[in-house]
């Protein structure tokens, strides 16, 4: 209860501007200069900050910088204190996959390869593309990200009339990629972190870095399983604490009951 709480208010403080779905504006203040730790596009309408996967993008496909110092750092930052707890705290997008897991639809596991997509979406869409092409789009947001095409395409096509007429090809296949990805978030917990989320590649590379993270005490674990059995992101809490799957939600450490397992 306490996470799904820090997950509300983390969505509301990075999406405050309410008001601009009815009038279809976007915010452009002062606060746009920063990034939110999770995934948020810098297009929904209520968004205060910049996204930072279409930030890291947009300044390694301008002409004047090949990196985004800023940005990199940031995530290194925000991946060394937390990890993916960012994903499992402090992203919209993750609450909002987990909303749509709770419809009552039979659920699946993940044939587990498909966990290295993100990681072929972050180098070839979010770091090769934007430096080859140069064209100043972010490829990754452009061409794919369901997140985009959720928080700011829909509701700005429902608010500008305008924005209709110009429907193409390229929205009709985010749109198809947005139906794909709500339905596996339907019967697999978090499909979009596991398999396309290419910020929660970054973090879960800081996974076993970072302060904010699991310890099993082994001579307290009795390998009872029953860490294994609940986790929703697949993985062996006992076996591999600091996965780079883990986003620290603490359904482990709850059930554990030797309290070996603690964050």
Not at 176 to 192: E, K, V
Not at 225 to 239: A, H, L, N, T, W
Not at 252 to 262: G, H, L, T, V, Y
């Amino acid at each position: 209860m306490k996470r799904k709480l820090i997950q509300i208010v983390a969505t509301l403080i990075t999406n405050s501007q309410l008001t601009n779905f009815l009038s279809g504006k976007l915010y452009k203040g002062s606060l746009k200069n920063f990034c939110s730790p999770g995934l948020n596009c810098y297009s929904c309408p209520a968004a205060n900050f910049s996204c930072p996967l279409g930030a890291m993008q947009t300044i390694i496909a301008s002409a004047r910088f090949s990196l985004s110092y800023y940005v990199t750092g940031f995530l290194i930052l925000i991946g060394l204190l937390i990890g993916r707890g960012v994903c499992g705290f402090l992203c919209p997008f993750g609450l909002l996959q987990e909303i749509f897991y709770k419809l009552p639809l039979p659920k699946i596991n993940l044939w587990r390869p498909l966990i290295y997509l993100k990681y072929f979406l972050l180098v070839i869409f979010v770091l090769m593309l934007p430096a080859i092409l140069k064209l100043g789009d972010p490829a990754f947001c452009e061409y794919i990200c369901p997140a985009g095409t959720f928080e700011a395409a829909i509701p700005m096509l429902i608010t500008h009339q305008e924005f209709r007429s110009a429907i193409g090809d390229l929205f009709k296949l985010k749109m198809i990629i947005l139906i794909a990805t709500l339905i596996g978030c339907m019967i697999n917990y978090r499909f979009f972190c596991k398999v396309l989320c290419p910020l929660g590649a970054i973090y879960g590379l800081t996974n076993k870095f970072s302060i904010y993270r699991l310890h099993v005490d082994e001579n307290l674990c009795i390998n009872c399983g029953r860490c294994k059995k609940i986790c929703k992101m697949e993985i062996d809490p006992s076996k591999n604490p600091n996965s780079i799957e883990c986003i620290r939600c603490g359904d482990c450490e709850k059930i554990c009951p030797k309290k070996a397992i603690r964050i």
